[in-house]
């Protein structure tokens, strides 16, 4: 059977069925963003793997090396941010094909020590092995969280609200833009390659930002989301996967998803919706997370939060609405790739 | 600079060099089999990351897959017993080629499930990616070790005993004869496959065991060694890490090392030495340590341990001493491959 035609969520489902955990110190295994392992009376620990291969994740023609090193720390640490943690660990393995001169390895673990300083997290081992092929990259994140703090997918209860951390599409609108650039170089367009005033849209694709303000702001807030998610494949996946886990509906409003004016730019010249950008984009690496409705003031008080909607009784389903009261079924992307 | 030309333990020297753990909860980063992390007042948190490429760790023509998840499960914990520690989860990630059916992926993780269950670990997590190129694995394991109990690679004394566990040599062999079967195959060879008799070595590079059971030997028997690694790059590569990174020197006598009659046989007919395999093979994960000398005793009562040499002032180097009393000095190997 091909594996393509179960698609990443199904696969993962097939090879996760049955798979139990045994240990009594295994607090929580597969199925949310970290793993769930006891630590001490106060504090759980939070273990989340994330792999990086090259012509999938990343197209080193416009991937500057250390950007991808940061880059992979921050996706992997971000696994752990989603259970309301600290990342304080890594590990980094790699697989060097060929092509990788010292000077590039160089370059990519000054991203990887740029990502552990800017966060303190540690860089405390990992694996290297040469590649017959691409370049490969695996990052184990490491972390903990106060146990009465923990956040996990399965949390939403009706009516809570969807909220949202900073904003969604541009990394994908990014990423259109450098794959313009690579056709331009090619030669297979002839228009020249245009990136001024849009620097926002490639860092937001090359340089991410792990959410840890976020996290830190909530704690002082007072507020423990209900559950919580990082998004690195569309808002829409992320929705499913909280609704999947949760057992419930989500009503999400199409025009309250936070998406900055250069995607509505660019999307324009390029003709792709930045609505759909940030449904299936991907590579945003913010938080969807939800709270109970009577946090509505204290949420927004916390500023760089947006609430898109809100949950619902299961039998409602997960659906975006239209400014024109509209709904449209959410749909799950995942790979393979969408194009 | 071309990587190769710096060796795997050049490189690992380079990217490591100047990295420095800021946390007051890493109580070791690289440089050891594994990370070590604080967990409570009695026990530490071990985390090791392995990567295994298509190609490069293995080779699909001949690895039954099942056995393929087993021993990349095996190599990860591995380096948690190399602590002293018990290996209680893992995360296992994985890039799919398109070549990857369903039910090569089905048998991957019954190989995994398999040693899992075999060794009391709880499968946690992981990531799943397409991948343009061979099959890729990363995994890493997670574990702990009582304080007083972790061993270090840096703790070896003048005058402690070297000890290794079960025999070493034959899973390189094993390689051998399953890379000859591969030459029959392709018609590159005329002689027909011989694995009659040859078993053994076959189950040492395809099904390598976790020797949990020595560890669990150790500590009834009250022993804690000075110094421990595991045996995954050949038994002088491992003797040169434990000697620097204690500082110390070794000798290690020719004919005490534990080789299989199998490993003899079978080096007779294809022209390599069994000593060279067990020195420079690899993939045997076994496990060699140091006591003091004065537990020899206590040592060769627990079973399944050869004492095959001992520890020396470091101006003394490492080296192998022949039986007519010769001595010759250790050198490492890595990747690239020996051959």
Redesign the interface.
Known sequence: ????S?G?FG??D??TDG?S???G??I???GDD??V?D???DSY?L???????????FDLTYTPLKHLGFKCVVAAASDILAMNGTA??I?F????S?K????M??EL?EGV?AACEKY?I?????????????L?I?V?A?GSVVKDQITYRNGAKNADLLCVTGDLGAAFMGLKLLEREKRVLNGNIEAAPKFDGYEYLLERQLHPLLRCDVIEALDKSGIVPTSMIDISDGLASEVLHLCRRSGVGARLYLNKIPISSKCFEFGDEINVDPVMAALNGGDDYELLFTVPVGRYEDVLRVGGIDVIGHVTAPEKGAALVTPDGGEITLTAQG???QE
Chains 1, 2 share one sequence.
């Open positions: 059977m091909d594996i393509s179960l990443e696969f993962i097939r090879i798979i955990c045994t240990r110190d295994t929580k295994g597969v970290a793993a392992i630590k001490d009376s620990a273990i989340s793997s994330d792999m990086f291969l090259e012509g999938i994740a304080e660990q590990t393995s790699i697989g060097l060929q990788v001169t010292m000077e390895a160089d673990y020590r303190s540690d860089l405390v081992g990992g694996d290297t092995t040469p590649s017959m092929t691409g490969a695996s184990t490491i790979w393979p790739a």
